[in-house]
Nanobody, 124 residues
Framework: QVQLVESGGGLVQAGGSLRLSCAAS????????MGWFRQAPGKEREFVGA????????AYADSVKGRFTISRDNAKNTVYLQNNSLKPEDTAVYYC?????????????????WGQGTQVTVSS
């Protein structure tokens, strides 16, 4: 059974940094795309970025490009989202998701498995 467990969220001041982790278990993820999404109160869930596990290629939403970085650790079966230069508008619950296959997509409905989410709050 696939499990995705996020951690690393918290409260941080604007301009600060956080590193979110997504520990994946239950199968081999070498043929998966791992995505990060976020959802702020009253808003729809939005794509943040994704990484193709096989070759480490990444894609990001324009709103986070240059500030956020996704990486993976094959030995630990863990994906990371490094959030730098955080802004109050980055406040949201951040979710990790896994999608079978190699095509990166921003559509949340294409992802097969989801974690429970971790709260990130950025104060001004």
């Amino acid at each position: 059974q696939v499990q995705l467990v996020e951690s690393g969220g918290g409260l941080v001041q604007a301009g600060g940094s956080l590193r979110l982790s997504c520990a994946a278990s239950g199968r081999t993820f070498s043929s998966y795309v791992m995505g990060w999404f976020r959802q702020a109160p009253g808003k729809e869930r939005e794509f943040v970025g994704a990484i193709r596990w096989s070759d480490g290629s990444t894609a990001y939403a324009d709103s986070v490009k240059g500030r956020f970085t996704i990486s993976r650790d094959n030995a630990k079966n863990t994906v990371y989202l490094q959030n730098n230069s955080l802004k109050p508008e980055d406040t949201a619950v951040y979710y990790c998701a896994a999608k079978k296959g190699y095509i990166v997509t921003i559509q949340s409905t294409r992802y097969d498995y989801w974690g429970q989410g971790t709260q990130v709050t950025v104060s001004s």
